[in-house]
């Protein structure tokens, strides 16, 4: 089932991809920015000892790299679409068993083996190289360096072997899959472990603290089956559907035409293509996760690290706007814009049309999501506050994404020049309003007061980058990437 050969062939298709989209400095330039942040994290280290245990930060590390792992492991939701949909002129070697004799199942094994390797190299490497760098001028330990890089790369193992098994179980069960996940989750929330006790259990982190090398076999060997089994949930052949709809496009039109007369046939045409190709389900979840994320490490942080640190909502509501940069790329790719060339369609027009569509989802998962933290951690009286600082960033940040990358966001943020013009819009903007939540808990009324400051400045910004659509979208032709 491992070919060696057909595995080496990804890696090639993976570079040339990346070189294509964004240009041939990616790669250096991303492992650069990881070796620079881990070298910030290491000098700083004597310092941030004096706040943190060092047994809490690994704890912490291990377990962003387990979620990492999970989730870069959602492609397995997709198998069935890469088999069914071509993107445009390219075609990936994991879609070649319909033309050479080679059975999808073992192409599925042979991309989770080339993510895993890829995501180790080109992310935890980095991080451990970083940290060496750091070694040179704070007393870190070579030795424990490499435990650390072997503890990390056991965590991101479990976290993707787990996560790919989860959801090609879920892209095959459906509904079974669902109802099965959500009894384990009820059974393991109502079982009233203790979870401090667990999270120090995760084997990775226990190699670390015992450095006990029976275990680096056992979990490669859970990783390894779990990614056969997973495998066997993968259709070798996807199954036709087929799907009836009413004709809907009229009344939808004349639904949003009470929202914007100019965009109503365009964003009429993109709700129907979420709703009819089942996209809308991936779109939410893919905006959810990241909260609920968020929600699940600030209450780590609160209630087991036990550190003098308090997380309002109007931290929350100021994460949401950042963390929108996903849901804006996914609407942007949410169909192939070649197409769009030959209709009498600019790009500035369609860009508009996702910016609406960017705005509408971000009130429909952020709004729910607001009031249930605000009424977890009994602050309903700030759930005002937290909208307004909602509406003000998420806005800003997708005026700000909207010019700089338009209907290319997956590709042209990774890029260096346009990555940094978005960290330097959007970062001061993100602290600012961080700080803000914080400083709240101080002095309410002068937070207040800085905080509607704020919000006009960052609508005026977003206007401004909108205007300036036309001067750098306007003639640009469609493409995929």
């Given at each position: 089932?491992l070919?060696?050969?057909?595995?080496k062939?990804?890696?090639?298709?993976e570079?040339r991809?990346?070189?294509?989209?964004?240009?041939?400095?990616f790669?250096?330039?991303s492992?650069?920015?990881?070796?620079?942040?881990t070298?910030?994290?290491?000098?700083?280290l004597p310092?941030l000892?004096?706040v943190?245990?060092?047994?809490?930060?690994?704890v912490?590390?291990?377990w962003?790299?387990?979620?990492y792992?999970?989730?870069?492991?959602?492609?397995?939701?997709?198998?069935?679409r890469?088999?069914?949909?071509r993107?445009?002129?390219v075609?990936?070697?994991l879609?070649?068993?319909?033309?050479?004799?080679?059975?999808?199942?073992?192409l599925?094994?042979?991309?989770?083996?080339?993510?895993?390797?890829y995501y180790?190299?080109?992310?935890?490497?980095?991080?451990i190289?970083?940290?060496?760098?750091?070694?040179?001028?704070?007393?870190?330990?070579?030795?424990?360096?490499?435990?650390?890089?072997?503890s990390?790369t056991?965590s991101f193992?479990?976290?993707i072997s787990?996560?790919?098994l989860l959801?090609?179980?879920l892209?095959?069960l459906?509904a079974?899959?669902?109802?099965?996940?959500?009894?384990?989750?009820l059974?393991?929330?109502?079982?009233g472990?203790?979870?401090?006790?667990?999270?120090?259990?995760?084997?990775?982190?226990?190699?670390y603290h015992?450095?006990?090398?029976?275990i680096?076999?056992?979990v490669?060997?859970?990783?390894?089956?779990?990614?056969?089994?997973?495998?066997?949930?993968?259709k070798?052949?996807?199954?036709?559907?087929?799907?009836?709809?009413?004709?809907?496009?009229?009344?939808?039109?004349?639904?949003?035409?009470?929202?914007?007369?100019?965009y109503?046939?365009m964003?009429?045409?993109?709700?129907?293509?979420?709703?009819?190709?089942?996209?809308?389900?991936?779109?939410?979840?893919?905006?959810?996760?990241?909260?609920?994320?968020l929600?699940a490490?600030t209450w780590?942080?609160e209630?087991?690290?036990l550190?003098?640190?308090?997380f309002?909502?109007?931290?929350?509501?100021a994460?949401?706007?950042?963390l929108?940069?996903?849901?804006?790329?996914w609407?942007?790719n949410?169909?192939?814009?070649e197409?769009?060339?030959?209709?009498p369609?600019?790009?500035?027009?369609v860009?508009?049309?996702k910016?609406?569509l960017?705005?509408f989802f971000?009130?429909?998962?952020?709004?729910p999501?607001?009031?249930?933290?605000?009424?977890?951690?009994?602050?309903?009286d700030?759930?005002?506050?937290?909208l307004?600082?909602?509406?003000t960033?998420?806005a800003y940040?997708g005026s700000?994404l909207?010019?700089l990358?338009?209907?290319?966001?997956n590709s042209y943020l990774?890029d260096?020049?346009?990555l940094?013009?978005?960290t330097?819009?959007?970062?001061?903007?993100?602290?600012?309003?961080?700080?803000?939540?914080?400083?709240?808990?101080?002095n309410?009324e002068?937070?207040?007061?800085y905080i509607?400051?704020?919000?006009?400045?960052?609508v005026?910004?977003s206007m401004?980058?909108?205007?300036?659509?036309?001067?750098?979208?306007?003639?640009?032709?469609?493409?995929?990437?």
């Open positions: 089932m070919d060696v050969k057909i595995l062939l990804m890696f090639k298709e570079f991809l990346h070189a294509s989209f964004f240009n041939r400095s790669f250096p330039f492992s650069l920015a990881i070796i620079l942040f070298f910030i994290m290491g000098a700083s310092m000892r004096r943190v245990a060092i047994d809490d930060m690994l912490v590390a291990q962003i790299l387990l979620f792992g999970l989730g870069v492991g959602g492609f397995a939701m997709f198998a069935d890469i088999l069914e949909r993107f445009g002129s075609s990936l070697l879609t070649s068993s319909y033309t050479l004799p080679i059975r999808f199942i073992r599925f094994f042979l991309f989770y083996i080339k993510d895993t390797l180790i190299f080109f992310t935890i490497l980095p991080m190289l970083g940290l060496a760098l750091a070694s040179l001028f704070v007393p870190i330990s070579i030795s424990s360096l490499l435990f650390l890089f072997i990390l056991l193992l479990l976290g787990f996560s790919v959801f090609a179980a892209a095959r459906r079974a899959g669902l109802v099965i996940a959500a009894a384990i989750g059974y393991i929330g109502s079982s472990f203790d979870v401090k006790v667990f999270a120090v259990q995760l084997p990775s982190l226990v190699f015992s450095h006990s090398f029976y680096v076999p056992g490669l060997i859970t990783s390894l089956v779990l990614g056969v089994i997973s495998s066997r949930f993968i070798e052949v996807p199954s036709p559907h087929e799907r009836r709809a009413k004709e809907s496009f009229m009344k939808i039109v004349g639904l949003t035409s009470r929202l914007s007369s100019k109503s046939p964003l009429s045409k993109d709700i129907i293509d979420l709703v009819r190709s089942g996209i809308i389900f991936p779109v939410i979840l893919t905006f959810l996760t990241p909260l609920l994320f929600y490490v780590f942080v209630s087991v690290m550190l003098d640190v308090s309002s909502v109007l931290f929350y509501a994460m949401v706007g950042f929108g940069t996903m849901l804006y790329s609407l942007s949410v169909d192939i814009s197409c769009y060339n030959s209709l369609l600019s790009m500035p027009h860009i508009r049309t910016l609406i960017f705005l971000t009130c429909f998962v952020a709004v999501y607001l009031v249930i933290v605000g009424y977890l951690k009994g602050e309903m700030l759930l005002l506050i937290s307004f600082i909602m509406l960033v998420s940040v700000v909207a010019y990358t338009g209907l290319f966001t990774l260096a020049k346009i940094l013009q978005f330097l819009a959007v970062v001061p903007v993100l602290l600012a309003e961080t700080l803000l939540s914080f400083y709240y808990q101080f309410s002068l937070a207040t007061l509607a400051g704020l919000g006009p400045i960052l005026a910004a401004v980058f909108l205007n300036r659509l036309d001067r750098r979208w306007k003639g640009r032709m469609f493409r995929i990437a």
